[in-house]
């Protein structure tokens, strides 16, 4: 027999995930009313989605990394905000202030400064081009889930 690879048993642990959220998405009632795209549609896109996605990843091959089992002195001696773990605590708590920001900012404004302030902290310079693509992404979604799917998001500051 031979021994499952990382992205194997990553690959393993995610099926088991969307099988779990799959068995939960084929719970959620229908309305009485016919629509053309019924609240039980989305999540289910989603739990086929990360099936497949873990079919993919179960047979991709690991590559092997360069100097994959060195610690980067760099990235662990530098200011404390930018350490590997203080990079993680700060997005959680982004998210967290996000959770917080979205119904009395509005969905677009939160999570346009969402987006803005956690790609420049992780480094992106080209503060314009950061505002504009997170702008047209969060607009998009907003316009999509608003307009097409009927999904109430909050407005917040912003009078659409």
């Known amino acids: 027999m031979t021994r499952l690879n990382i992205n194997q048993w990553l690959a393993l ?3 088991l ?3 779990a959220y ?3 998405a084929w719970q959620i009632p229908t309305f009485p009313l016919p629509r053309p795209i019924d609240s039980d549609l989305f999540p289910k896109v989603l739990g086929v989605s990360l099936l ?3 079919v993919l990843l179960y047979f991709e091959k ?3 990394i360069a100097g994959s089992d060195q610690i980067d ?3 662990t001696q530098g200011p404390l905000l930018f350490t590997p773990w203080a990079r993680v605590v700060v997005t959680a708590l982004a998210i967290a202030v996000y959770a917080l920001l979205l119904v009395p900012l509005g969905f677009v404004l939160a999570s346009t400064l969402l987006c803005v302030g956690l790609t420049a902290y992780y480094g992106y310079r080209r503060h314009g081009i950061n505002l504009a693509t997170s702008l047209g992404v969060v607009l998009a979604l907003y316009l999509t889930m608003t307009r097409v799917m009927d999904v109430y998001l909050p407005t917040g500051v912003l009078p659409f």
């Open 62 to 64: 690991p590559d092997v």
């Open 22 to 24: 799959l068995a939960m």
């Open 52 to 54: 497949l996605l873990a």
């Open 13 to 15: 642990v995610l099926a």
């Open 17 to 19: 995930f969307a099988a």
């Open 73 to 75: 002195e760099e990235a």
